[in-house]
C-alpha cells in the first residue's frame, strides 16, 4: 500500500542531507491515525443508537395511557409512573424556583459585583470543586441537613428535601452558565450605561440581563434536565420507591414523601422479573422524552439568543 | 555575477555557484474561493541573497511569500495558479509533497512562536521528525549558534521556549528553521511583534545567514527593507468591482535602484512616504 | 421616549431632574449584598458536606476503629458479625473506574481531536451536539443498558460471566463519561493557536505529527483537566454500578463477578430502612467521605497540574 499521495521526492538534494524524512511510512501512520480518530468519533455514535434501538425496542409497546395514568403495582401489566411522573414534575418545579434565583444571582454577583480579592477566588475555587463532587455525596448532605436536621420544616424526605438537594446539586452549573452569558456582554454596554449615570445594578438590570437572560436561561434548562435524570442523591435521602398517592396542589405538598421517574425507573430495573424490565424500558422513553422536550427547548432558546444577535 | 550588474552591494560569494535563482515565479495568481487576491506574479529570487517584499498592509506579500512553501495549501479556499519553481522545480506540481518542500523552506513567522516545549526540543523536534542521522546535541548547539541565541540560553536548555523575552523567542524559531537545513529561509515580519533593540539584533543575524542561506523577507518596514535587503519587490493592491483587494507586483529591482531611481510611479509615491 | 433638556438649558429645568440617588444607592447595596449571601450558599454547600461527613465518620469510628476500617478484607457492617474492610467496596470502585477509564480517555481523547484537527466544520457542528447528547443520558438508562443489553451480549462469548459483574458496568461507564472527556479535550485542542500549528508545519510535518508532537502537548493542561475530571466521574458513579455490577462486596479483581462499589454501598443502605442512630448508617458516611477525599485530591491535583502546566498565549 502506497499510503503517500505523491510519487516520492523530486525535488532535487543539493545539499549533501543528513535527513532521512522517511515519508512515505509517515504518511502511512497519518492515515492509520486519522482513522483511529474517527472510529473512537462513531463509537460514540454506534452507542447512543444501540441504546436508543435498545430501550425503544423493549418498551414502546408498553406505552399506553394506562401506563402513564396508573399508580405502581405488585404486578407488573397494571403497574404504571402517574407518582414518579407527577413527583418529577414537583421536583422539577422546586429545584426550579430555588436554583434559578440563587444561581443567577451568586453569577451576577460574582461577574458584575464581586470585588477581586481572595475572597471571590475562594467562591470560584470552591465552585469549581463542587462540579466534581459526586451526586451521591449531595444525597448524603441533604439526608443529614435537609431530611434530618430541618425535618420539622422540610417533612422528613420530601420533595422540598429532594429539590433542595437537587438544587444545590445544579447551582454550580447555573453559576457557570449565568457568568458565561454576561461575559459574553459586550463591555461598551456596561460602559455606556454608567456614562448615562446608571448605577450599576440598574446597568445589569436594565442592559445586561435583557442581552444575557437567552443564555441564563439556556444553561438553566440544561442544568435541570440534569436534575430530572439525578437518582443516587434522592435515594440517599431517603426518597421512597412506592408512592400510590398523589401530593396535593399546596404547600403541605412539599412536605410529603414522592418518588420520581428515576427512582421508578430503578426500582422496576431491579426487579428480576423481565416484565418489569419491559417497564422500566418504557419508564425510560416517558423519561427521554421529558428531557428532549427540556434540551429542545433550550436548543431554540439558544438558536433564538445567537440569531438575536447578529 | 548577479543577475543584475549594476548590484553595487555585489558580493563575491563562494556559495553562489549558480546564477539561476533559487525560486521563481511564474504567473503566479492567488485565489480564496473564486475571490482572486493576487493578480500574475513573475519573480526570480537570486541565491544567498536577503530579498525584501515591501508594499501597504493587504496588498498581499505574506500571500505571496506563502506560495514559496506551499503554506498557503493549509488555508482552506485557498488557490493557487501559475508556477513556483525551485532550482527548475515546479513546488506546485501533482508530484510535489508540500512536506517536503516545507522542510527544504523553513520559515519564520511574524509573532515569534516557540512551541510550549524546552528549548532543546524546540530545535530537535523538527529534526527528529524528519529524520536526522547526526549527533542532535550538536545540532542543537550549532542551531543556536547560528541564530545568535546559544551564549544566552546554553544554560537552561530545559526550560520552556515560551520562558524567553519576545526578541530570544524569535531568534529560537529562527534556530528551529536553521535546524532542519533549510537552502532558503521564509521571513513573515519577523521583527513586527519585537522591540528595536531585538529588532537590530535579528537584521544582524539575517546578514550572518544570507552566506548560507537564500533569504525572503515580508516587512512592512521600509527602512528595514532598505537597511538589510538585497533586492525588493514592491506589491501594491488595487480595488476590485466586487469591492475587494487585488494585490500585484509592482517592480522588482536591487534595493537602491527602488528606493533612489524607482521605475514606477507608484513605488515612488510609497518609498517617499505618500501613502501606505 | 422622553425628550430630554439639553444639557445647557439644565440649570434653568433642574427642577426637573430628580433622581432618586439615595434609593438607588440604598437598593443597590441591597441587592449585593443579598447577591453575595447567595453566592455564599455554595460555600456553605462545601462546608455543609464536610461538616456533615466529618460528624458522622467521627461517630462511626468512636464505634469502629479505623485500624479495622483500614485492614479488614470483608465488608459485612449489615450482618451481626460485622466486618468493615473498606478495601473491599474500594477495590470495586477502583476496578469498574479502571475499566471505565480504558474506554473513556482514548477514546474521549481520539474523539476530541477528530472533532477539533479532522472534522470540517459542518461535521463538527452536528457531530459536537450528537455527542453531547450522549453526555446527557440519565445514568439509570446506562445502568438498564448496561445490564440487559451489554451484559448479555458479553456472555455469549465471556465464559463464567455472572448476570451483575464489573466489566459490563465499567465498559457502560466508559461510554457515559466519554462525551465528557471529548467535549473538554476538544476545548482545550481547539484553543491552542493557530500559529503554533502553522510553526509546526513550516518544519516539514504531517498533520499527524504536528497534532501529536505540538499541539496536545500544547493543550497538555486542558486535556489533563479533563481526565481527572472523568477519573473524579468514575470514582463517583452510582447508578451504572449499583444496577449492572451488583451488590456483593467482594474483595477481587475478577471483572466477570459481582462486586459492590462505594457508592452503590450507600444505595444499598440507603434503600433498606436503616434507623438512623444504628451503626450501618454511619457507615454511609464513613464511605462517603473516603469518596469525597478521592475527588478532592484529584480536583487538588487537577487544580495544581493546571497552574503548573498552563501556557499563556498571547
Not at chain 1, 492509520?32 to 434501538?53: D, K, R
Not at chain 1, 401530593?247 to 416484565?275: C, H, K, M
Request: aromatic share 10%.
Amino acid at each position: 500500500m502506497s499510503s503517500s499521495p505523491y510519487s516520492g521526492s523530486e525535488l532535487p538534494d543539493i545539499a549533501n542531507s543528513d535527513f532521512q524524512p522517511n515519508l512515505s511510512k509517515r504518511y502511512a501512520l497519518d492515515q492509520v491515525f486519522e482513522q483511529l480518530t474517527w472510529i473512537a468519533t462513531f463509537i460514540g455514535l454506534l452507542v447512543l443508537c444501540l441504546l436508543l434501538y435498545d430501550i425503544i425496542s423493549d418498551g414502546a409497546s408498553r406505552l399506553s395511557w394506562q401506563f402513564i395514568s396508573s399508580f405502581p403495582s405488585r404486578r407488573p401489566a397494571t403497574a404504571g409512573l402517574l407518582s414518579a411522573l407527577v413527583g418529577s414534575i414537583w421536583l422539577l418545579c422546586v429545584t426550579a424556583v430555588l436554583a434559578f434565583p440563587v444561581g443567577v444571582g451568586s453569577g451576577i454577583f460574582l461577574e458584575e459585583f464581586a470585588p477581586d480579592n481572595f475572597f471571590t477566588q475562594l467562591i470560584e475555587i470552591n465552585i469549581g470543586n463542587l462540579a466534581a463532587v459526586p451526586s451521591i455525596i449531595y444525597g448524603l448532605l441533604g439526608l443529614q441537613v435537609f431530611a434530618r436536621l430541618m425535618r420539622p420544616i422540610t417533612g422528613g424526605p420530601s420533595i422540598l428535601t429532594g429539590g433542595l438537594t437537587l438544587a444545590l446539586l445544579i447551582l454550580p452549573i447555573i453559576i457557570v452558565a449565568t457568568r458565561e452569558a454576561l461575559r459574553a456582554v459586550p463591555n461598551s454596554l456596561r460602559q455606556g450605561g454608567f456614562a448615562v449615570g446608571a448605577t450599576r445594578w440598574q446597568v445589569v438590570r436594565d442592559l445586561i440581563l435583557p442581552q444575557a437572560i437567552p443564555g441564563v436561561l439556556t444553561g438553566t434548562i440544561l442544568a435541570l434536565s440534569r436534575a430530572i435524570g439525578e437518582t443516587a442523591p434522592l435515594i440517599t435521602i431517603g426518597a421512597l420507591t412506592f408512592i400510590a398517592f398523589l401530593p396535593p396542589l399546596s404547600l403541605e405538598g412539599l412536605q410529603t414523601d414522592f418518588t420520581a421517574l428515576p427512582i421508578q425507573v430503578y426500582n422496576w430495573v431491579s426487579r428480576p422479573q423481565p416484565a418489569f424490565h419491559t417497564n422500566a424500558a418504557a419508564g425510560i422513553i416517558v423519561l427521554m422524552l421529558v428531557l428532549l422536550l427540556m434540551n429542545t427547548t433550550a436548543v431554540l432558546l439558544r438558536n433564538k439568543f445567537q440569531k438575536g444577535r447578529m | 555575477m548577479m543577475s543584475n550588474m549594476t548590484n553595487p552591494t555585489m558580493i563575491s560569494d563562494s556559495h553562489a555557484h549558480t546564477q539561476e535563482p533559487a525560486l521563481k515565479m511564474e504567473g503566479v495568481s492567488i485565489y480564496y474561493g473564486s475571490t482572486p487576491a493576487i493578480r500574475e506574479v513573475y519573480l526570480d529570487i537570486p541565491p544567498h541573497q536577503i530579498t525584501a517584499f515591501i508594499g501597504p498592509s493587504g496588498c498581499g506579500k505574506s500571500t505571496v511569500l506563502r506560495c514559496f512553501n506551499r503554506t498557503n495549501d493549509l488555508i482552506p479556499g485557498a488557490q493557487v495558479k501559475g508556477n513556483v519553481f525551485f532550482h527548475g522545480v515546479n513546488l506546485y506540481s501533482k508530484k510535489i509533497d508540500p512536506v517536503e518542500v516545507r522542510r527544504r523552506i523553513g520559515m519564520v513567522f511574524q509573532k515569534p512562536n516557540p512551541f510550549p516545549k524546552s528549548i532543546y526540543e524546540n530545535i530537535a523536534f523538527g529534526a527528529r521528525i524528519n529524520g536526522y542521522q547526526g549527533n542532535m546535541d550538536q545540532l542543537v548547539e550549532n542551531s543556536l549558534r547560528k541564530a545568535a541565541i546559544w551564549d544566552e540560553v546554553k544554560d537552561k536548555l530545559k526550560e520552556s521556549g515560551l520562558s524567553l523575552s519576545g526578541g530570544q523567542q524569535q531568534r529560537l524559531c529562527i534556530a528551529r528553521a536553521i535546524a532542519i537545513q533549510p537552502e532558503v529561509i521564509l521571513m513573515d515580519e519577523p521583527c513586527s511583534a519585537l522591540d528595536p533593540i531585538s529588532t537590530l539584533r535579528i537584521e544582524e543575524l539575517m546578514q550572518e545567514l544570507k552566506a548560507q542561506y537564500t533569504i525572503v523577507i515580508v516587512t512592512h518596514n521600509m527602512q528595514q527593507a532598505s537597511r538589510v535587503s538585497d533586492k525588493t519587490a514592491f506589491f501594491n493592491a488595487e480595488a476590485t468591482e466586487q469591492g475587494g483587494k487585488l494585490g500585484y507586483l509592482v517592480e522588482y529591482n536591487d534595493t537602491v535602484n527602488i528606493f533612489t531611481n524607482p521605475k514606477q510611479e507608484y513605488t515612488r509615491d510609497y518609498v517617499s512616504g505618500r501613502f501606505g | 421616549m422622553k425628550s430630554h433638556p439639553s444639557p445647557l438649558a439644565r440649570s434653568q429645568d433642574a427642577q426637573m431632574w430628580q433622581p432618586k440617588r439615595n434609593l438607588s444607592k440604598w437598593s443597590e447595596q441591597l441587592v449585593k449584598y443579598i447577591f453575595a449571601a447567595f453566592a455564599l450558599i455554595s460555600v456553605a454547600t462545601t462546608l455543609g458536606i464536610v461538616f456533615t461527613l466529618i460528624f458522622e465518620t467521627f461517630e462511626f469510628f468512636r464505634e469502629v476503629p479505623i485500624f479495622r476500617f483500614l485492614t479488614e478484607t470483608q465488608w459485612t457492617p449489615l450482618f451481626t458479625n460485622a466486618k468493615f474492610g473498606i478495601w473491599v467496596l474500594v477495590s470495586a470502585t477502583f476496578m469498574t473506574s479502571v475499566i471505565a477509564l480504558f474506554v473513556a480517555l482514548p477514546v474521549g481523547l481520539l474523539a476530541a481531536i477528530c472533532l477539533s484537527e479532522y472534522a470540517s466544520p459542518r461535521v463538527r457542528q452536528w457531530l459536537k451536539p450528537t455527542l453531547e447528547i450522549l453526555a446527557g443520558v440519565p445514568t439509570v438508562v446506562y445502568g438498564y443498558f448496561a445490564l440487559l443489553f451489554i451484559t448479555p451480549i458479553l456472555q455469549t462469548f465471556i465464559p463464567g460471566l455472572k448476570t451483575f459483574n464489573g466489566l459490563s458496568a465499567g465498559l457502560v461507564m466508559g461510554i457515559a463519561i466519554l462525551p465528557f472527556v471529548a467535549s473538554l479535550s476538544e476545548d482545550a485542542i481547539y484553543a491552542v493557536p493557530q500559529s503554533l500549528r502553522q510553526g509546526s508545519y513550516a518544519l516539514g510535518t504531517t498533520k499527524r505529527e504536528t497534532i501529536t508532537g505540538v499541539v496536545l502537548p500544547a493543550a497538555l493542561s486542558g486535556i489533563v483537566a479533563s481526565f481527572v475530571l472523568a477519573v473524579a466521574r468514575a470514582v463517583g458513579e452510582t447508578m451504572i454500578v449499583t444496577i449492572a455490577a451488583g451488590s456483593n462486596p467482594t474483595l477481587t479483581f475478577d471483572p466477570r463477578v459481582p462486586v459492590q462499589t462505594m457508592t452503590a454501598f450507600i444505595v444499598q443502605v440507603s434503600l433498606g430502612d436503616t434507623p438512623a442512630t444504628s451503626l450501618a448508617f454511619k457507615t454511609i458516611f464513613a464511605v462517603g467521605m473516603m469518596l469525597f477525599l478521592m475527588t478532592f485530591v484529584l480536583n487538588i491535583f487537577s487544580f495544581w497540574f493546571v497552574r503548573r502546566f498552563q501556557e499563556k498565549y498571547e
